[in-house]
């Protein structure tokens, strides 16, 4: 899981706003993320992760213990349960329930990328970040 550590700053997104509209996020949020280019720093030990996410409106931390579930908040307040698990040295995925567009998210790196699929509502969303 060593590959997830460090800062990645943003390439490309595909779907975002689609994404966004699917899990109930409100036009204002969606409208401040048109032209955000967020920054992803991603801290990893044995059992547990620390990602945070700069950017997108605000910063949006989140301390995970692999195949633990915890809860959370998104920036629209609302709270949701997320587990994480490993998949390989080089993808990961987080299972989120308890909100109204349950979901999940696919962490992946491809070379010196770092992908980031996140699917809800019949939508999937597509980030790519490149390690810095």
């Known amino acids: 899981m060593s590959k997830f550590a460090g800062t990645w700053k943003f390439v490309s997104n595909e779907n975002l706003e689609e994404l966004l509209t699917a899990i109930g996020m409100n036009e204002d949020f969606i409208a401040k993320s048109r032209d955000d280019k967020p920054t992803m720093i991603i801290a990893v030990s044995d059992n547990d992760i620390h990602m ?11 301390n995970l213990t ?61 980030s790519i970040f490149v390690k810095s």
Request: with cysteine; hydrophobic share 25%; net charge negative.
């Open 52 to 62: 945070r996410t700069e950017g997108w409106t605000g910063n949006l931390d989140e």
């Open 66 to 126: 692999f195949d633990v579930c915890s809860e959370h908040k998104l920036p629209s307040g609302e709270t949701y349960q997320v587990t994480i698990t490993k998949e390989s040295d080089t993808r990961m995925k987080a299972v989120f329930t308890g909100t109204a567009t349950p979901g999940h998210t696919i962490y992946e790196i491809r070379g010196n990328e770092l992908h980031v699929s996140t699917t809800a509502g019949g939508v999937t969303g597509k």
